[in-house]
């Protein structure tokens, strides 16, 4: 039973940092992508960036220079490091996950990020 479980949200004032972890069972991690999504409310949900198996990442405009993907294969686990953080970014963030970028069919519950202004 493939399970991905995102931690490490809260409230946080703008400015702030959070880091959010995202832990895998069930899927061979180290073959697999990794990519953060996040939904505010009353809006789609919004690809924030990726990781490959080998560690190429990629970041939306919105989030880039601010935000950073990185995983650790042993831990079987995603990580996503937001720093200066803006009310903008409060949202629900998910996990996704998959064998490639074309099946990224895994998700997790989501974890809420607050940020206050």
């Known amino acids: 039973q493939v399970q991905l479980v995102e931690s490490g949200g809260g409230l946080v004032q703008n400015g702030g940092s959070l880091r959010l972890s995202c832990q895998a069972s069930?899927?061979?991690?180290?073959?697999?992508?990794l990519a953060w999504y996040r939904q505010a409310p009353g809006k789609q949900r919004e690809f924030i960036g990726s990781?490959?198996?080998?560690?190429?990442?990629n970041y939306s405009d919105s989030v880039k220079g601010r935000f950073t993907i990185s995983r650790d294969n042993a831990k079987e686990t995603v990580y996503l490091q937001m720093n200066s953080l803006k009310p903008e970014d409060t949202a629900v963030y998910y996990c996704?996950?998959?064998?490639?970028?074309?099946?990224?069919?895994?998700w997790g519950q989501g974890t809420q990020v607050t940020v206050s202004s």
């Open positions: 996704n996950g998959g064998r490639s970028i074309a099946t990224m069919r895994y």
């Open positions: 069930g899927i061979s991690f180290s073959i697999y992508v």
């Open positions: 990781i490959t198996a080998g560690r190429s990442t």
